[in-house]
């Protein structure tokens, strides 16, 4: 059975012309797997990632079903979906500038994450947090521990985050725009300590998949095993990652062909038609 | 309706339609709120009252008639008479108009005033703001009743030195709104943008800064006219307002205080004027807050 | 005569050196770029030579006239600048055509309405977005009207700070597009402010690479096509950003 089931997933919200899907019935599967999902602005991508979690609060609406280890979340009390979050599915954001709580220290936030969900003596919360900032390859983790959120670098931060998300060893990570905030040069590290995790997390624990948001094509080709490419909150495309060239949609063809290339030889750069694929 | 969709038309043709639209746009989204909807209506029926006196008014506000003191509410004087045999309703009436007089000169005097002094010393920082932001505070740390008390008893009492002592003690509060805001607009790319295409330091605060100071000071200027109200009715009520015998309503509560227990309507009619409008004001204000939230701007 | 010319260029923002020994030129209708991290200094370099960085010393000229330490009416004329965010370089409460009229208000321009809808054709906006205000239009409609905005007084130098770095990738296509053919057509000098190589390799024909507040290489960038670098950093931004022959 898929870890992760999604049928005809819709979000709905109002707007001065009625009320507006922004997902538009979506279906697909998860296994123990990682997956991209990837469009622009307005495709609905984050909004996926949130729904998942059941996030989205009124006036937002979602309908359709999504099935996660076997329980239809949808379902699920309040109470329940509490008890899922972080401990059986987690998020990581793109800023952690602003998904840190900027009063409490890095270890306190952490350690919380984990009191949240199993009831451990102190001695072992703290132990596991040290051990985490360690799996996210902080050099000096006792010291960190003791840092507030905004003397974090931006790298520093998301691997703070990522170890807050991830100690409570869920089953399902679901990453939006996990490195658009950063630096060239760490966001290659933290993906790879993404990729990493959620590798490492073999099947004795479980094993762990990865849902990776993202509006960077080439990103998430690198990272994932299968893509999901969204536009106007429909699934345009799912090929595997290794297919990506092969992909037959307008629009994943338009956005693979507007990206400039490191070796850039082109007059121009290729528009996309949106009416080409309007219909859809 | 034609004309709606001319002014809800996405592509305006004209700088007129543009400005049309957007003022339409606010003012339907104001209506979407019912408490807002029902401060406006009051508002208005305090212009219409105050504008209308001469005609609604069935008697005159001064007219005394000893041989019907303190006449108690009936069909014929629906508020009842005072001590001097005035028709109570006829006065609230006419004291409306004293309210909006003054309530409109002190907005008129304070807030153009408070705001250019802020937005200036916002948005130039240093020197020129810790001189302008300290002759602030000396005249916000002036209680309103002593100064007005001061005023009376060097200028004598009267509407005029109410309204004034009211106003100097109100621009203050606008002017650090008015800082508070330009000291952010300062630091934008769009302000920057102005700058390197040439313009003067004052083009920037009067076309760029303080449009964008004005949502703030509309909301505030409409939240502090229930107080500018209330400190004129209690002026009035001291005996340093509005003197006998006009019909300012903090005066009538005054003179009715003394026969509050048997003729209550002397005192209370009036002050149930003072708190429907200051409501009216209240309510339009916290509206107005809802709609022109600037943070709602730049989206 | 150089376009932009600077000479042991040190910034300072607050008391501390952010700019250090900055030290290049750009030719009359060259396209150069200056590409970093966020930090590196890259836009403090922009922001100084149009005066919105005013702790600098050193030598930097435009078009052959030294610069100042504030912003300058006569510079205004002869270079002009395009900020990153689209959502923050309008003023909310203007229409396009306010927008664009100031510049021409303010330097006494005639002929306003014949210029301003040149300006919108020019940057491919149609004519119904004259008297549209900022919240009405997408982003890549926004820099648009901040592109035209810059275009208006008819400056011979673009300074762009990342111009393109908040859009989607669809629209920073058409955006990368028309600076191409607004350069060509008028003959433009671009210094462009990015992080992002690709983008350099598109538009650029030089750039300088810069790490922590100082310039540690100057290349064509051909060099992007075959990772071709001789600094250390300037290689591991090179891989890092997806260069090929890297090993991911």
Redesign the interface.
Known sequence: MALLSVEDLRVSFPSPQGRVNVVDGISFELGQERLGIVGESGSGKSMTGRALLRLIRPPGRVEGRMRFEGQDLAALSERHMRALRGARISMIMQDPRYSLNPVMTVGTQIAEALRVHEHLPRREVRARVRQMLDSVRITDPDRVAGLYAHELSGGMGQRVMIAMMLIPRPRLLIADEPTSALDVSVQADVLRLIDDLVRDRSTADGGMALILISHDLPLVARYCDRILVMNAGRIVESCAASDLHLASHPYTRGLLAAVPKMNETRAELPVMDRSAWAGT | MQLQAWLLDDSPASRGQAAAGRAYRVSLDLMRNPLALVGMLIILLLILTAALAPWIAPETPVGQDLTRRLVPPSSEHWMGTDQLGRDIFSRVIYGARVTLLIVALVAVISAPLGLLIGAVSGYFGGWTDRILMGVTDVFLSMPKLVLALAFAAALGPGIENAIIAIAITTWPAYARIARAEALTIRNTEFVAATRLLGASHTRIITRQVLPLCTSSMIIRVTLDMAGIILTAAGLGFLGLGAQPPLPEWGAMISSGRSFIFDQWWVATMPGFAIIVVSLGFCFLGDGLRDVLDPKSEGK | MTAISLGNVDIGYGGQRVVEAVTFDVARGESFALVG??GSGKSTVLKAL?G?APEWSGKMSVLGRSCVHR???DL??RC??V???P???????K?V??VLS??LT??GIGGQDARVERALSDVGLDR?????????MS?GQRQRV?IA?ALM?EPEVMLLDEPTSAL???????I??LL?RLRAERGLTYLMVT?????V??LCDRMAVMNKGKIVEIAATKA???GRFTDPYSK??YA?????GST?
């Open positions: 991290e966020s149009v919105l912003p300058d009416r205004a004329r002009q600048m900020f990153q965010d959502y923050g370089s309008l003023h909310p409460r229409t055509d306010a100031e510049p303010i330097h119904r977005f004259r008297f549209r205000y900022p919240h009405q982003g901040a905005r007084l989607d990738v669809s629209v920073q296509a058409e990368l597009n191409k992080h992002n190589l690709p983008v390799s598109f992007l096509h075959d591991a931004l890092a950003s997806g260069g090929g991911e």
